[in-house]
């Protein structure tokens, strides 16, 4: 059993992009179904940035195989709180990326983080930060 895991994007992505880029006009459903597989100390961890921002770094480091288009991303940044807000996973931390460092988003995660934390794994940070 694996005890920390990072999923990047995974279901949430799916019921955003999945009607409008993967397979469009077609609806995605049950997605939410492996949220009954996660374990209880899981956190959704939603990360944004302003419309602005996020077009500025698609055009300084553009994705090889892109499928954003930019009039999309107000729409985009709606849907994404929309599904972050309907997960049935309790935890969630929410950060604005817009102004924040690599650093700077680390820190601001640990600090979200820690009081969504169980013992065993605050224990473990410490451990890692002596």
Do not use: C
């Amino acid at each position: 059993i694996l005890d920390h895991i990072l999923l990047g994007g995974f279901h949430i992505e799916e019921e955003v992009y999945g009607p409008l880029y993967y397979y469009p006009g077609k609806p995605v459903h049950s997605s939410r179904q492996f949220e009954t597989e996660m374990p209880e100390e899981s956190i959704v961890v939603h990360l944004t940035a302003s419309p602005d921002v996020i077009e500025a770094r698609m055009e300084a480091n553009p994705h090889k195989y892109n499928l954003i288009k930019k009039e999309d991303i107000p729409m985009l940044l709606d849907r994404f709180k929309e599904e972050v807000k309907n997960s049935w996973l309790m935890k969630k931390i929410e950060i604005d990326t817009s102004d924040l460092s690599p650093a700077q988003l680390v820190q601001t995660f640990l600090e979200k983080a820690r009081p969504l934390m169980k013992t065993r794994d605050l224990l473990l940070l410490a451990n890692d930060n002596t």
